[in-house]
């Protein structure tokens, strides 16, 4: 019989696949923000001779990382979160309270996005989530077909907006808009070598440019669309029951395979450089639109297709333990970014070649943190941050240990 009191999930109830795939979303998540970290992305748009900087591979690695990256994880972890908001609601469903817990856990979501964002790095999403987190709330009560033709036409509305901008202001450019508050190289130099007092306030800085690069790129519309297509997927089911929806999830995966690789091949070859003016606006949003967030969804197919082979399953599975403890993790992969690459840590901005931050530092912090999660949750029932989020969504003292099942005793036969 159901609790009528809301609680969180006992690890006996979670769902490995979802669990599993959170983790691999977050191995993509590190490839993209590394980029943030290292000033690999801001070497390339601020110096001539970026390729001679960065050393071998710079193209390569800008090439794939936005053709088969970019956006692409992003995408997984927002389709992920509407699901597991529909998880909530079955969960809530006869619970009196579970409105309230869900608010107070998106407003305690909206606390750690906001100060991770403001101490740290300014390129956390977890308060977007926060916030449109609530907006799921009134589609709740929406037809499933409802809820998906609502999902793809916020994923769709970046090109209206930017329509609209060219109609009513054919000079309309988002540079003015937006623009940064130093040039870049000196941004760089100042955060390769400032100690944490100035680079807090060369993070702060840099929050207001990122909150409104997100607005105007159409990232909130595109976050909460995935919410809507994901929470979808949650009332069929079709990550619960993956083998009974093989034929839906093969006919996904290829459709959004073709789709997404034609889009995100075209948003590869265009040049991050490129003035964004509002007619060029136009063809971004509508090459993202259709590339970057359909091959994300050929990627959850595809892992969910995987997932239906046990040898697979077994290889796959070892993305689990990092997905239960996607918070946790999420934050110390800014921990060790900023640590190693900004100029109160290692001081490596901008000055690392690009083969040493892609093939070695990506490895093995992501090696470390699928072997350390495991190890973790051999022992604990949640990460060090979820455990600490649950307990103040509940309010109440969880235990975080698990218990050992207490040794025999008694002399050997």
């Given at each position: 019989?159901?609790s009528a009191v809301s609680g969180p999930v006992a690890p006996a109830e979670r769902i490995p696949l979802l669990d599993a795939l959170r983790g691999f979303a977050l191995c993509g998540i590190l490839v993209i923000n590394i980029k943030g970290f290292s000033g690999f ?160 306030g060369l993070n702060l800085e840099d929050l207001l440019f990122s909150v409104k690069w997100r607005f105007f790129t159409g990232r909130f519309f595109n976050v909460l669309g995935l919410f809507l297509l994901g929470l979808c997927a949650g009332r069929l089911r079709i ?143 949640y990460g060090p941050m979820e455990w600490i989020w649950r307990q103040a969504t509940y309010r109440r003292r969880l235990p975080l240990r698990l218990i050992q099942a207490p040794k025999p005793t008694g002399a050997a036969a």
């Amino acid at each position: 019989m159901l609790s009528a009191v809301s609680g969180p999930v006992a690890p006996a109830e979670r769902i490995p696949l979802l669990d599993a795939l959170r983790g691999f979303a977050l191995c993509g998540i590190l490839v993209i923000n590394i980029k943030g970290f290292s000033g690999f992305g801001y070497t390339l748009d601020a110096f001539p001779d970026a390729v001679t900087r960065l050393g071998p591979g710079t193209q390569a690695a800008e090439f794939l990382t936005k053709f088969l990256v970019e956006g692409k994880f992003y995408s997984i972890f927002s389709f992920l979160f509407g699901l597991g908001f529909s998880i909530q609601l079955t969960r809530g469903e006869g619970k009196p309270d579970w409105l309230r817990v869900y608010a107070r856990r998106l407003r305690i979501l909206f606390l750690i996005g906001a100060l991770h964002a403001t101490l740290l790095w300014s390129g956390d999403i977890l308060w977007i989530y926060a916030l449109l987190g609530l907006a799921l709330l009134p589609f709740r009560h929406l037809r499933s077909r409802a809820i998906l033709v609502c999902g793809f036409a916020l994923l769709l509305m970046p090109i209206p907006f930017f329509a609209v901008c060219y109609l009513i202001a054919p000079g309309y450019n988002t540079d003015n808009l937006i623009p940064h508050a130093h040039d870049l190289p000196t941004w760089m130099r100042f955060i390769a070598e400032a100690g944490y007092p100035a680079a807090l306030g060369l993070n702060l800085e840099d929050l207001l440019f990122s909150v409104k690069w997100r607005f105007f790129t159409g990232r909130f519309f595109n976050v909460l669309g995935l919410f809507l297509l994901g929470l979808c997927a949650g009332r069929l089911r079709i990550l619960h029951e993956p083998e009974q929806h093989r034929k839906l999830l093969l006919r996904v995966f290829c459709a959004a395979l073709v789709l997404g690789l034609a889009g995100s091949f075209l948003t590869a070859i265009t040049p991050s450089t490129m003035p964004f003016l509002a007619e060029r606006g136009i063809y971004r949003a509508a090459v993202y639109a259709f590339g970057v967030h359909p091959l994300g969804l050929a990627y959850v197919a595809l892992f969910a297709l995987l997932w239906q082979f046990r040898g697979l399953q077994w290889i796959l599975s070892a993305f689990a333990p990092m997905g239960r403890m996607a918070l946790t993790n999420y934050l110390v992969q800014t921990v060790l970014g900023v640590g190693i690459f900004y100029g109160y840590g290692l001081g490596w901005y901008g000055r690392v070649p690009i083969s040493v931050t892609m093939l070695v530092v990506v490895p093995l912090v992501l090696l470390a943190q699928l072997t350390l999660s495991a190890l973790w949750l051999r022992y604990f029932r949640y990460g060090p941050m979820e455990w600490i989020w649950r307990q103040a969504t509940y309010r109440r003292r969880l235990p975080l240990r698990l218990i050992q099942a207490p040794k025999p005793t008694g002399a050997a036969a």
